[in-house]
């Protein structure tokens, strides 16, 4: 049974000018798949992600979570909802200043109230995980940025939710850390059979996904499979997205016989 | 766009950063040119009631504008870093460095003109209302509105150089040697808190030796305290501010059972930051806070003073005269006239009082009759006394000695005429004040007070006993113009220095009351005024500090959102966020003033034997009150702000 389930969802900003960031959009996600999603600037990514972690409503369609429909929640219980079943990562982190990297990890649970030795434990077995043991006591501006998002992924994970949710989690990295960030990604997807639905620009990204599902101007536009070599993978969303993007699209009218 | 244009529409378009600072300024400046309408007002120069009263007003403004300097200069440097990224812009586009400090310039000028002009102007549309209320507190038949350019060259030119001065200066601190830093900006870098045990634990002590020494005020050491408690507590209070608090926090964040607990961990580090940063803004609001509880407690409490005046000094004419005094008689028909003239009834008593040494103490005792004291009674409406031979009754000086002087049983025997007397209680009310027959009085039989002949030891006859006339009037506070010609010898009496001499003594104590009273009155109003403009500062940079940070912190509180905290727990968070910066100044301003008054509690029983506790508290709360709403306002415009994007 899908874990996360999207159907026919439309949404439509009012406004001075009308604009119609999703059309109709329908996928479906297994429990512990790894999914990436992309497309364009533009094309209804962020709109997407917003919806699904229910910070944003549809304007008409159905999503579902563990075969809950957030939206039927009132505002505390959707507050609630996001606290238990989703976990974020954000490109630019979002780690909380004034905290340091223990104290990021640990912030869900507080908010939970959790009892303090059940929190260290789960500290110590993420930090462990993560390789943070030896930056615990450090605070963001002091860390480097595969490690605060390292952190923030650490925070996404600490309270075990259903679904991760991560926003282009490698845009503000270098490759190094970039690999560092997606093979952990990929370990906690395998290994805690985690669902992750990460939205991304970046090919390389992409490619260590189970399944990447491309997106324009708010429609579905195809979907590919990873198969066994990561190469050739990466090879198929190239060439999906020079059928995609706009500019990308120019050269290959001129690379047509 | 001409330079000048271009900073206009900055400071037009940034209104909304301006306001508080705005607001702050224009009412500081309002303030000062009331203070000053007041103290060029032709007919207050002359009066000689007001003298303290506008020395009091000048030193008020000379605290008004260096207040002005920190407040303006701190507040000026936050708006350059909080616009730091727009200059940096500007210096990638091309400007150059003397440009930009013009365009700095002239913005503050701008402002500072602004705030001048409506300064003024609000103070002199209002200045009409403040004279009555001067008017009514000092009594003076009119007080008119005026039109002269002293206070307005005065108000103009003060502030103008201040506000040049701090443009000048606050030039220097943009640092443009490096571009890059100026656009990514003043991103709060919360540094990791650093403090030093050391100093943390110096400034604890310093502050519990000060508020111990406060405590255990006596009038002995009052003066030497005086002198070393300030420093000590301002030092103490500096420390506290800067690691004091954060040796608490640390403490709290080391125990994770206290600390890991729902929005604590929150709020704890974002307290921990913002005190950090806001120190010295804490210490000096706190300081100033003190500075103005304390100015308003001390005169309130003045004021109750002059409202217990009457109970302490129940006589309202008081003539007192040696025994040889050639003038007693005219002076005497002269008053009688000058009442009966303002159309004042009154009734007329003569005490003899005669001066003995007790056995038992070796002190000079001054003795009145029963008849005498009687016939006073009768006037004040007193319970009257009836005593046999050998018995005697203290007569009490205030409150206190009564009290203590109801409980004293004592035989004694005045040296010099050999008369024996028991005195076993005292008269249940206070008739002559410390100041008038001194702090050992009796009252014996009319027998005894005949027998007593013998003048004191070391005085001739005439010395040894003196006469009070006392006029008893029902209308005792229209009595100031009664008796002035006498008042004329006494205090001329006094400048040459020949007041040992003069035979006879005048008290009146309707013109020493409303002396008192008016002069105490005007002080605290001034008090008042420039607490006001002390509170409203404090607070508008407080919401300047929230409103620069605001973008930083609605990212905050966006993740914190996304992550599944509900609006009411970020409506909590906010809360505890602002409720420190709003109230831990204000918490140590009240300790402070709180040791502060106790303190001076021991001077004002030194000297008046008065409780000031009640004026205190109402002090205390009304402070509070206001201080409340102020923070509920705020906290209302923060939300508002915050909610934009969740």
Redesign the interface.
Same mark, same amino acid.
């Given at each position: 049974m899908a874990l996360l389930k999207i159907e026919d969802v439309t949404k439509v900003y009012e406004g001075k000018v009308t604009h119609r960031a999703l059309n109709q959009f329908s996928f479906e996600v297994e429990k512990g798949e790894f999914l990436a999603i992309m497309g364009p600037s533009g094309s209804g990514k962020t709109t997407l992600l917003n919806l699904i972690?229910t910070?944003d409503r549809p304007t008409s369609g159905v999503i579902e979570l563990d075969g809950v429909n957030p939206h039927d929640l009132n505002?505390?219980e959707l507050?609630?909802?996001?606290?238990?079943e989703?976990g974020?990562i954000?490109q630019d982190f979002?780690l909380?200043?004034?905290?340091n990297v223990e #104290?990021n990890m640990?912030?869900?649970?507080?908010?939970d109230?959790m009892n303090?030795e059940e929190?260290?434990r789960r500290i110590d077995v993420l930090a462990q995980e993560l390789d943070l043991t030896k930056i615990l006591e450090k605070?963001p501006? #002091?860390i480097s940025g595969g490690q605060a998002q390292k952190t923030a992924i650490g925070?996404a994970l600490i309270h075990r939710p259903t679904l991760i949710l991560a926003d282009e989690p490698t845009g503000n990295l270098d490759s190094k850390s970039t690999k560092d960030v997606l093979e952990l990604l990929g370990r906690i997807n395998q290994r805690e059979n985690a669902t992750i639905v990460m939205v991304t620009h970046d090919p390389i990204a992409a490619s260590y996904c189970d399944r990447v599902l491309f997106i324009k101007d708010g429609e579905f536009f195809n979907e590919i499979y990873k198969d066994n070599q990561r190469q050739t993978f990466f090879q198929g969303i190239l060439n999906v997205l020079s059928l995609l993007g706009g500019n990308v699209g120019d050269f290959t009218s001129v690379r047509l016989p | 766009m001409t330079l000048r244009q271009f900073a206009f529409r900055n400071v037009i378009r940034n209104s909304r950063v301006y306001a508080a600072f705005f607001m702050a300024s224009i009412s500081s400046v309002m303030v000062f040119f009331i203070y000053s309408m007041l103290m060029y007002h032709p007919r207050v120069e002359n009066e000689f009631v007001t003298e303290i009263a506008f020395r009091g007003m000048f030193i008020a403004e000379i605290i008004l504008v260096l207040f002005m300097l920190f407040f303006l200069f701190y507040s000026v440097r936050a708006f350059l870093e909080a616009r730091s990224k727009e200059f940096g812009i500007l210096m990638q586009l091309g400007m150059e460095k003397k440009q930009l400090n013009r365009l700095v310039l002239l913005e503050i000028l701008i402002i500072g003109m602004t705030s001048v002009i409506l300064g003024i102007l609000f103070g002199f549309v209002f200045s009409k209302f403040f004279f009555m209320v001067v008017r009514e507190i000092l009594e003076i038949k009119s007080l008119a509105l005026y039109f002269s350019w002293k206070p307005f060259a005065l108000t103009i030119g003060t502030f103008m150089t201040l506000f040049i001065v701090i443009s000048y200066v606050s030039i220097f601190t943009i640092k443009d040697d490096h571009v890059i830093q100026l656009i990514k900006g003043t991103q709060?870098?919360?540094?990791?808190v650093t403090f030093s045990w050391a100093r943390a634990i110096f400034g604890m002590v310093l502050l519990v030796v000060g508020y111990v020494l406060a405590a255990n005020a006596t009038k002995s050491n009052l003066v030497t305290l005086a002198g070393l408690l300030p420093p000590i507590v301002t030092l103490g209070t500096y420390l506290f501010f800067t690691d004091t608090v954060q040796v608490f926090l640390k403490l709290i964040r080391k125990n994770?059972?206290v600390y890991?607990? $729902? !929005?604590?961990?929150?709020s704890v580090?974002?307290v921990?930051?913002m005190l950090k940063e806001n120190a010295r803004m804490f210490f000096i609001s706190s300081m100033v806070s003190t500075l103005a509880f304390l100015a308003i407690g001390t005169l309130s409490s003045l004021s109750t003073f002059s409202h217990k005046y009457h109970q302490l000094n129940p006589l309202s004419l008081v003539y007192t005269s040696s025994a040889d005094n050639p003038y007693e008689h005219r002076h005497i028909t002269n008053l009688q006239h000058e009442l009966q003239e303002e159309g004042l009834s009154y009734r007329l008593d003569r005490v003899v009082v005669k001066r003995q040494t007790s056995s038992k103490t070796h002190a000079p005792v001054k003795i009145i009759s029963e008849k005498d004291l009687n016939n006073l009674a009768v006037s004040l409406g007193y319970p009257l006394v009836s005593l046999e031979k050998g018995h005697a009754l203290f007569l009490a000086y205030s409150e206190e000695s009564l009290k203590m002087l109801s409980k004293e049983n004592v035989y004694t025997t005045l040296q010099e005429s050999n008369v024996k007397l028991h005195i076993d209680s005292a008269y249940p009310k206070i008739v002559f004040p410390a100041d008038k027959l001194g702090t050992n009085q009796i009252i014996v039989s009319d027998e005894d007070f005949k027998r007593i002949y013998a003048p004191m030891t070391g005085m001739n006859g005439t010395q040894s006993s003196s006469h009070i006339y006392i006029f008893n009037v029902p209308k005792w506070q229209d009595t100031k113009y009664v008796g002035h010609d006498l008042e004329m010898m006494i205090n001329t009496a006094y400048a040459m220095g020949t007041e040992a001499s003069l035979p006879f003594y005048f008290e009146n104590t309707g013109l020493d009351y409303s002396f008192i009273r008016s002069t105490f009155a005007l002080l605290l109003f001034i008090g008042l005024l420039a607490a006001a403009v002390f509170f409203l500062a404090a607070g508008s940079f407080i919401y300047f500090k929230l409103y620069t940070n605001l973008e930083q912190e609605k990212?905050?509180y966006e993740?914190l !959102?996304?992550?599944?905290?509900? $609006?009411?727990?970020i409506r909590k968070l906010v809360n505890r966020q602002l409720i420190p910066q709003f109230f831990l100044p204000w918490a140590i301003a009240m300790v402070n003033s709180l040791f502060a008054f106790i303190s001076l509690q021991v001077f004002w029983r030194g000297i008046a034997d008065l409780s000031i506790m009640r004026e205190i508290i109402l002090v205390m709360v009304g402070v509070s009150l206001l201080q409340l709403l102020y923070f509920y306002l705020i906290r209302w415009r923060y939300l508002a702000h915050l909610k934009i994007n969740i």
């Open positions: 972690s910070i505002k505390t507050a609630y909802f996001r606290r238990k989703l974020f954000f979002n909380l200043p004034m905290l #104290e640990v912030l869900p649970l507080t908010l109230g303090v929190m260290q605070r501006n #002091e925070r | 709060r870098k919360p540094e990791d994770k059972h890991w607990r $729902k !929005y604590r961990l929150l580090s974002e921990a930051a990212k905050q993740t !959102y996304r992550m599944g905290v509900t $609006k009411k727990e």
